[in-house]
């Protein structure tokens, strides 16, 4: 198991940016392929962006996809989620998630950890 951290929530106004960061304690961070959800009220939770055990392959949603960036910093057990140009529609809990895998995924039945999530709201 993975254990995760996210931290970088908070307060923005429509197009303004957020970091959110996610800690990971455990197996193996960099053996896993990483990936951030949200969900917002009375909403399902959605796929963000996923990325690679390596971090060369990358993965969005078409909703974020030119706004946001995920990256990892393996030697840190870190996975970033860079968000701009953020809409109100962005409003949710943002989580963190580790793969059961190497490689990316949109699937949530493909990350076996998850961390406790992040609120990101964005006013307009």
């Known amino acids: 198991q993975v254990q995760l951290v996210e931290s970088g929530g908070g307060l923005v106004q429509a197009g303004g940016s957020l970091r959110l960061s996610c800690a990971a304690s455990?197996?193996?961070?960099?053996?896993?392929?990483m990936g951030w959800f949200r969900q917002a009220p009375g909403k399902e939770r959605e796929f963000v962006a996923a990325i690679n055990w390596t971090g060369a392959s990358t993965y969005y949603a078409d909703s974020v996809k030119g706004r946001f960036t995920i990256s990892r910093d393996n030697a840190k057990n870190t996975v970033y989620l860079q968000m701009n140009s953020l809409k109100p529609e962005d409003t949710a809990v943002y989580y963190c998630a580790a793969g059961r895998n190497r490689y990316g995924s949109s699937r949530s039945a493909d990350f076996g950890s998850w961390g406790q999530g992040t609120q990101v709201t964005v006013s307009s």
């Open positions: 455990g197996r193996i961070f960099s053996s896993s392929a």
